[in-house]
């Protein structure tokens, strides 16, 4: 199985976790595009970004060079079309709202690349529906960033039912390129791993 380089990616949505994981894209050096629903919402989403490298580099996390290398890497966008027209992986990162993400995902499937791979950072919804509004199954998959992202070390990759083996390698791969550890998520379950277990600790439905 031929490894797939991810040069491109595309974030939907520039709110808490949409711009953060442009962010740890961009600072991992890979060429992100970023839109939301209103250039305004893209714009402070970028605005965000920038306030969290400074921060890191306050601390000395990075250097003022690689914050501003980080920062040319990412270009806003208006509207799905250009934001996914050359991306290689394209994450959605809405609300959690099923037919919002379905609506979603069938509107970037009839725009992206044919290789292109669609991820959800959903946190429960499930894969398999978003997956089923696409014709590229296959290449549908969660990947979904605990809060904040820039901190928290861990993701959750979420196979759909039609998920290929190659989509979710790829996804695994990608979450060690942004400096994350991936947790394999073989049923796509309501929940996943993280957020069942804690609710069947804390008794949530």
């Known amino acids: 199985m031929a490894k797939k380089e ?11 976790m949409g711009h953060a994981i442009a962010q740890i894209s961009a600072m ?5 595009s970023m839109t939301d629903v209103k250039p305004e919402f893209t714009q402070k989403g ?18 003022k060079e690689e914050m501003e290398a980080a920062l040319a890497r990412i270009t806003l966008v208006d509207g799905y ?13 809405g609300p959690e709202d099923l ?5 979603i995902f069938s ?3 009839s725009l992206a690349p044919p290789h292109a791979i669609i991820g ?13 509004v696409t014709k590229r199954p296959d290449k549908v998959v969660g990947m979904h960033f605990f809060n904040p992202p820039q901190m928290m070390p861990l993701v959750e990759v979420v196979k759909g039912a039609s998920t290929s083996d190659e989509t979710t390698q790829t996804a695994l791969d990608l979450a060690k390129k942004l400096g994350k550890t991936p947790v394999l998520v073989k ?7 993280v957020n069942g277990v804690l609710g069947f600790v804390f008794g949530f439905s």
Do not use: C, P, Q, Y
């Not at 991810?6 to 709110?15: C, F, M, P, T, Y």
């Not at 037919?99 to 609506?103: F, G, I, P, T």
């Open 28 to 32: 991992a050096g890979i060429n992100v």
């Open 187 to 193: 049923k796509d379950v309501r929940g996943f791993i």
């Open 99 to 103: 037919e919002l993400k379905k609506k």
């Open 107 to 109: 509107e970037v499937d």
């Open 46 to 63: 970028f605005e965000r970004i920038k306030w969290s490298m400074e921060k890191f580099v306050e601390k000395r996390t990075i250097s």
């Open 6 to 16: 991810i040069s491109h990616l595309a974030v939907i949505g520039a709110g808490a």
């Open 81 to 93: 079309a250009k934001t996914v027209s050359n991306a290689d992986f394209v994450i959605e990162a």
């Open 120 to 132: 959800s950072n959903t946190s429960s919804l499930s894969i398999t529906a978003m997956g089923a």
